[in-house]
């Protein structure tokens, strides 16, 4: 569970809020944040850290567009 990420914002904990983990209060690192929006591991990150952080804000989780779409699939059959 996480909270929405953002491709813009600003402040200590901009684009991927803060979670507390092993007793600190942390942003998430690009890999977190691409498996968050389920990229496999596999995926490449771009070196720059503010352009993968762009890149995931902006993304969209497949699994869950998968699902509104079938979703409304039985609805419309």
Known sequence: ???TLSAY??????????????????????RECARIMGYPDSFKIRNNRK????????????????YIAIQIAKHIS
Request: hydrophobic content about 40%; aromatic content about 14%.
């Open 1 to 3: 569970v996480a909270i």
């Open 9 to 30: 914002g600003g402040g200590v904990f901009s684009k991927t809020g803060g979670y507390f983990i092993d007793g600190k209060y942390r942003k998430l690192m690009p």
């Open 51 to 66: 352009q993968a952080y762009k890149q995931f804000g902006n993304s969209v989780v497949i699994d869950v567009l998968q």
